[in-house]
Nanobody
Framework: VQLQASGGGLVQTGGSLRLSCVAS?????MGWYRQVPGKQRELVAR???????DYADSVKGRFTISRDIAKNTWYLQMNSLKPEDTAVYYC?????????WGQGTLVTVSS
């Protein structure tokens, strides 16, 4: 399964970005993780094919995950961004019991 993430960039505090991930297969669940140097990769948000969602406490109320199953695509709408949201964001999915990752897209939030 190949995953292609896009949408990262540089934004000021309080700004918004929308990340997209396109997969070559329809996995489940579909998620976004992030990682900063020296720290473990952490879950940001994930969504199942049925529409159930989970969010990290740090992003609840600011980030929204959604998906377009027909397009094998999922999104992460990030609003009210903070400098602590700066990280490389990776999309992720499971397909037939295996874990697949996108290449990562850098989000930088300036103060």
């Amino acid at each position: 399964v190949q995953l292609q993430a896009s949408g990262g960039g540089l934004v000021q505090t309080g700004g918004s970005l929308r990340l997209s991930c396109v997969a070559s297969r329809r996995g489940n669940p579909m998620g976004w993780y992030r990682q900063v140097p020296g720290k473990q990769r952490e879950l940001v948000a994930r969504i199942t094919s049925g529409g159930s969602t989970d969010y990290a406490d740090s992003v609840k109320g600011r980030f929204t995950i959604s998906r377009d199953i027909a397009k094998n695509t999922w999104y992460l709408q990030m609003n009210s961004l903070k400098p602590e949201d700066t990280a490389v964001y990776y999309c992720n999915t499971f397909w037939f019991g295996r874990n697949y990752w996108g290449q990562g897209t850098l989000v930088t939030v300036s103060s």
